[in-house]
């Protein structure tokens, strides 16, 4: 119910009354409404949950994350490769 | 996707999983608080990934499932008027008041429409000015500045055929009354991620700060809800209590300010019945008296409608995290999706909808 989805803007539209958009979710297009996020534009990801945007998604955070959380599992490589080695062997 | 499927990647879950287990030491009890992070929990069987130390317990995070039966039943008292377009969010369609559900009303001749935002069902109001329009207005604190925009625009333009039934509920009181508990199991909370996508969380430091729990704000992908644990298992094993933001490309402290203003102008806090739990004060919205003409309970008369839940339904004890759905003696027999008993197998994101949609009733699962 609180499921939030992920889209791009690929439109503003001219709409009285309401600032809306249209919102590609993947190749699923749906407007949303942008009143609670004015500074939203073009190009921009957002979250929309029952037609409203409620939160511009940050990319630096995403990318972020993304980052740390691949750093970690290039770590658990590394030691997975020192598991492999034999500490008993001269090198 | 964009910032879906890279929050799906197995190998980067397997490395969490690893390091969750490399920290862990001891056994912990963490509740998931919302009903969308239960469903991707069962879904991708992350529980079952975890350490044997760390249980999930699910939480009381969806909306459909905690609306007491006493509101459908209203819901439905007002579906049947002859003349209403009773407007809802799909999943409340199939939910069983006491007689039937919302298609049986439709199959009956009641005019019942599934809407994908509030602000459609002010178009319909518009193309039937003779005719009234109500919506079903459940929801957390996401999907209330929807609500309010609905009531906030109806009035702008003049609309006086659209109202609201409103069974609003928040998350911060619930959580404090599972805390309050003497039964209380849980040491840690994930928090729900588009509720603090709205509200921020400045109100959950509180909350950790008085009962010395961790809380992490999560998301709802499994590489989120992975991360989350980790966090929240190490705050634990530290002997740490604060809030952290897991879900920082969604979530800041301050959360959407314009969608908060706009709530606060439509509905006031008042005390709200959860379904399976009892009334818990101050949790939930309703109208404020300034939008008294656009509040379905107080043009309908729908007073009387009382209603009672079945005994055995143990669905109460499910959402505060002190039984899992296996506890139940009628789970997956006289209780399915199908003919559900009650508030947790009501709707898919109920933990019970959810054992059994993923098959957890076919073979005896222990946590």
Redesign the interface.
Known sequence: ????I?G?IVELLDTP??KMAKVD??GVF?EA?L????EAGLGD?V?V????A??K???E??A???QT??E??QL?DLEADELLEDPHEVP | ????D??RDQ??AA??V??IRRTVTRPWTLMEV???QTHSIVKYGLDELLPVQVELVHGP????CVTPLEMIDRAHAIARRPGVIFCS?G?MLRVPGSHGDLYQIKADGGDVRIV?????CLKLARAHPQRPVVFFA???E??A??NA?SVW?AR??GLSNFSLLVSHVLVPPAIAAILESPRNRVQAFLG?G??C??MGWSEYEPLAERYRVPMVITG?EP?DLL?GILMAVRQCEQGRATVEN?Y?????REG?V??RK?IGRVFEVCDRAWRGIGVIPLSGYRLRPEFHAYDAERIFDIQNVHATEPEICISGQVLQGHKKPHDCPAFGTQCTPQTPLGATMV?A?GACAAYYNYGRHLAQVSR
Do not use: W
């Open positions: 119910m609180c499921l939030a992920p791009k009354g309401v979710f993947g749906r409404c009143e609670y996020l004015p990801y979250m949950h029952v037609g409203f409620i939160t998604v940050d990319e955070e995403a972020r994350t993304y959380l691949r970690m599992d658990a | 996707m964009k910032y879906l890279e929050y190998r980067l490395t969490l690893d390091e919302c009903g969308g995070g969806c909306p459909v969010f999943d994908y935002s509030p602000l459609d459940i929801g957390f996401t999907t500045p929807a925009m625009q702008a333009q729900p588009h509720v996508a709205v709802f590489i991360e897991q920082a490309r969604a979530v800041t959407n314009e969608a706009m709707s994101e």
